[in-house]
Antibody, heavy 118, light 110 residues
Framework: EVHLLESGGGLVQSGGSLRLSCVAS????????MTWVRQPPGKGLEWVAS???????YYPDSAQGRFIISRDNSKNTLSLQIVSLRVEDTAIYYC????????????WGQGTPVTVSS | QSALIQPASVSGSPGQSITISCTGT?????????VSWYQQHPGKAPKLIIY???NRPSGVSDRFSGSKSGNTASLTISGLHAEDESDYYC??????????FGGGTKLTVL
């Protein structure tokens, strides 16, 4: 059974930075693309970034260079660095297996909450 | 990368069938058969219930089915159960190698 565990969320001031992590188990991590999806309070899902097994990143235009996705296949760990945080980045951040090259995000973690204060 | 369009809410009685639509463009839904659907209960992570337009992951009830015509995908839930009351999101891969989600639909079982 695949298990994804996010960490690193918390309360941060506007303009600050944060690094989220997601540790995966139950799969050959390097074989799968991985994805970050966020959900602001009371709102819908929003794609944040994806990365292929070897490490090629993909971002929506809205990322504007503030989100950096990376992975360490030797540690089964996915990361997301967010810089120049804005109040509107407040959300639950989920990591998910898949999301690259048409593969639907299938297994999801429980999410880590990020709150950006002004 | 505009969001896919879903109705904000739908409702049905136990035992009935409902359909949720998801409208995109020929750059996303119309470009590939990479449409997926997610069920999300309050306070929980999304759960994949349909992938590649029509396929169900292991363990998902066959009361859930998906289809696509042109730039519009649909999720049908037959024989509604009370526990089907949830938020539902569609998603599609796009021809710019992006993922796009719909705004979500709240299903109420009357």
């Amino acid at each position: 059974e695949v298990h994804l565990l996010e960490s690193g969320g918390g309360l941060v001031q506007s303009g600050g930075s944060l690094r989220l992590s997601c540790v995966a188990s139950g799969l050959i991590f390097s074989n799968y693309g991985m994805t970050w999806v966020r959900q602001p309070p009371g709102k819908g899902l929003e794609w944040v970034a994806s990365i292929s097994g070897p490490g090629g990143p993909y971002y929506p235009d809205s990322a504007q260079g503030r989100f950096i996705i990376s992975r360490d296949n030797s540690k089964n760990t996915l990361s997301l660095q967010i810089v120049s945080l804005r109040v509107e980045d407040t959300a639950i951040y989920y990591c998910a297996q898949g999301g690259v090259f048409g593969v639907a995000p299938q297994n999801w973690g429980q999410g880590t909450p990020v709150t950006v204060s002004s | 990368q505009s969001a896919l369009i879903q109705p904000a809410s739908v409702s049905g009685s136990p035992g009935q069938s409902i359909t949720i639509s998801c409208t995109g463009t020929n750059s996303d839904i119309g470009a590939y058969d990479f449409v997926s659907w997610y069920q999300q209960h309050p306070g929980k992570a999304p759960k994949l219930i349909i992938y590649d337009v029509t396929n169900r992951p292991s363990g998902v009830s066959d009361r859930f089915s998906g289809s696509k015509s042109g730039n519009t995908a649909s999720l049908t839930i037959s024989g509604l159960h009370a526990e089907d009351e949830s938020d539902y999101y569609c998603s599609s891969y796009t021809n710019s190698l992006a993922l796009v989600f719909g705004g979500g639909t709240k299903l109420t079982v009357l």
